[in-house]
């Protein structure tokens, strides 16, 4: 799967277990849980990720490294 160009939103988790994602080139919202694991590959395409949304959540990435991260959270608790 790939994300492209255009800026992309994730309303509910995001749970990558399995294959490849390569992630857009733009930004990538997140509005809740991240979880990265098993054999999954998650390519961040010099994109950024940016975790968004207004409760708590739970950022699992499974040691995944992003090109550029943001947090534009309201109020609640992350736990990374």
Same mark, same amino acid.
């Given at each position: 799967?790939?994300?492209g160009s255009s800026n992309v939103t994730v309303n509910g988790p995001f749970i990558l277990s399995g294959g490849t994602?390569?992630?857009t080139s733009a930004i990538l919202e997140l509005r809740q849980d991240l979880t990265i694991?098993?054999?999954a590959t998650f390519?961040?395409?010099n994109g950024t990720v940016r975790?968004?949304?207004s409760s708590a959540f739970d950022l699992n990435?499974?040691? #995944?490294a992003f090109?550029? #991260?943001s947090f534009t959270h309201g109020p609640g608790i992350r736990n990374i």
């Open positions: 799967l790939t994300g994602f390569t992630s694991s098993g054999s390519n961040h395409n975790f968004a949304g990435s499974g040691g #995944v090109e550029n #991260v």
